[in-house]
């Protein structure tokens, strides 16, 4: 399976953004799928996940603002990004949780996308 990020961009501080990722070669359905960043000179982070039953977990920086979602007819899984802040800033990389030990690890994502950049000025 491959998996498409699409939808980075520039936007101003409070602004909307709508990534999706895309993947093609196997249903995802069956699995947990995750969100993370890498900001510069920043180690990549947890973001979001929606687990393969659809529980939503967040990270604390991001919850109240960001929803994560997916549509298994598509394939597809969404991160939908409001009151954009400069912080957020990064690298945006879908993955597929190969197991759900512990989805806020990268250790349990053995499929990545290729990332989308979003970067937001104040």
């Known amino acids: 399976v491959q998996l498409q990020a699409s939808g980075g961009g520039l936007v101003q501080a409070g602004g909307s953004l709508r990534l999706s990722c895309a993947a093609s070669g196997r249903t995802l359905g069956s699995y947990g799928m995750g969100w993370f960043r890498q900001g510069p000179g920043k180690e990549r982070e947890f973001v979001a996940v929606v687990s393969y039953s659809g529980r939503l977990y967040y990270a604390d920086s991001v919850k109240g603002r960001f929803t994560i979602s997916r549509d298994n007819a598509k394939n597809t899984v969404y991160l939908q990004m409001n009151s954009l802040k400069p912080e957020d800033t990064a690298i945006y990389y879908c993955?597929?949780?190969?197991?759900?030990?512990?989805?806020?690890?990268?250790?349990?994502?053995?499929?990545w996308g290729q990332g989308t950049l979003v970067t937001v000025s104040s």
């Open positions: 993955a597929r949780a190969g197991n759900s030990n512990n989805y806020y690890s990268l250790r349990s994502y053995d499929i």
